[in-house]
């Protein structure tokens, strides 16, 4: 996902809720000791991510890197199975998966938060995009428009230092982890990456942070709605106090109605 133009925070200040600064990575130091079978639990199709039987051997695949400045956006990415990229980016990727259906080639997509200098997450797109739907579960949900499932395989926190050796020639010989959000990975630099993620051994994962993310999602929906409750009541109020004395009942309802059904 795209950055928006917003300034950054005071030095070492991290926002309560990250829509203050969306232009800055979210992303904190994971904190060992969490439960990573959380997840697993209460998602089953989580259950069967980074599978020791995946396969890593494709003759033709193909692989973009995806960059997101919350990882709060890929906790819900991981827990509703969609995605949504800038307007550029999901024409990107639609074109891209299209292309590949009809001669069954996988399209995957190589997970990134900015600023975390790791990799948290490998996906396969399983759907186009959806250009006129939106997900309604981003912490900036009225941004993004357009939205295509996923089928998780791989969820490890994998160090960039890890990817730094894999040069990319259609990006300058830059090392892959340059790369910026919708750009593809050659196949054979994208399968080098795909079998790291399948043979890596990593201590955390996003999966360890998902109960601290579905409590967070269910507070800021919560304040959302008391929000959008309080705005209603207020203009409910207002319509009252609009209405003109010696109104006759019917003639007010008409005049309440044509208000509501008036498209400006």
């Known amino acids: 996902m795209g950055p928006s133009a917003m300034p950054k925070p005071p030095e070492g200040y991290y926002?309560?809720?990250?829509?203050m600064y969306p232009a800055v990575s979210t992303y904190k130091k994971r904190v060992k000791g969490k439960d990573p079978?959380?997840?697993k639990r209460y998602y089953s199709h989580l259950a069967r991510v980074n599978s020791p039987d995946a396969s890593i051997e494709y003759k033709s695949a193909r692989f973009f890197v995806i960059k997101s400045f919350m990882e709060e956006d890929v906790h819900k990415a991981m827990k509703y199975q969609v995605w949504s990229s800038t307007p550029?980016?999901?024409h990107r990727l639609n074109e891209a998966y299209l292309e590949s259906k009809a001669e069954k080639i996988p399209v995957f997509l190589l997970f990134s938060v900015n600023g975390s200098r790791q990799?948290?997450?490998m996906a396969r797109m399983t759907s186009e995009v959806n250009f006129t739907d939106k997900c309604n579960h981003w912490v900036q949900d009225e941004k993004w428009m357009g939205k295509f499932k996923l089928e998780w395989l791989f969820i490890k926190d994998i160090p960039n230092r890890e990817f730094k050796h894999i040069l990319v020639p259609t990006n300058e010989n830059k090392p892959v982890t340059n790369m910026r959000d919708a750009q593809e990975v050659p196949h054979e630099q994208?399968?080098?990456?795909?079998?790291t993620f399948k043979s890596y051994k990593a201590d955390t994962s996003v999966l360890d942070e998902f109960e601290h993310y579905d409590n967070d999602e269910a507070k800021r929906k919560k304040a959302k709605a008391e929000s959008f409750g309080r705005v209603a009541a207020d203009s409910a109020r207002k319509r009252g106090k609009g209405r003109g004395r010696g109104r006759r009942p019917q003639e007010s309802q008409r005049a309440d109605n044509n208000h509501d059904t008036c498209v400006c």
């Open 190 to 195: 994208g399968t080098v990456m795909l079998k």
């Open 37 to 39: 079978e959380y997840a």
């Open 88 to 90: 550029e980016g999901n």
């Open 15 to 19: 926002p309560p809720y990250p829509f």
């Open 119 to 121: 990799f948290v997450g």
